[in-house]
């Protein structure tokens, strides 16, 4: 896949190609920038000490908004 072709990507297909084609850096740092700003992407900060809180809240918005658009 050439890098003109992962904007024209979904970002299903592109986590698809990401995963098979490991050693392709920069298909998958698209992939990282584009779930970032598409809200798809969780993160946490394993020094807050309230961690595991955030992290079931933002799988709870994201299972949310997943169910929300089908």
């Known amino acids: 896949m050439t890098s003109a072709k992962y904007d024209l990507t979904s970002l299903d297909d592109l986590r698809h ?9 920069t298909a998958f740092q698209v992939y990282v920038d ?13 020094k807050d ?18 169910l929300g658009s089908n």
């Open 49 to 66: 000490a309230g961690w595991e809180e955030d992290l079931a809240r933002q799988m709870q918005q994201v299972t949310s908004d997943d």
């Open 34 to 46: 584009r779930s970032k700003a598409l809200g798809r992407m969780i993160s946490i900060d394993p």
């Open 17 to 25: 190609y990401v995963l098979t084609n490991r050693e392709d850096l």
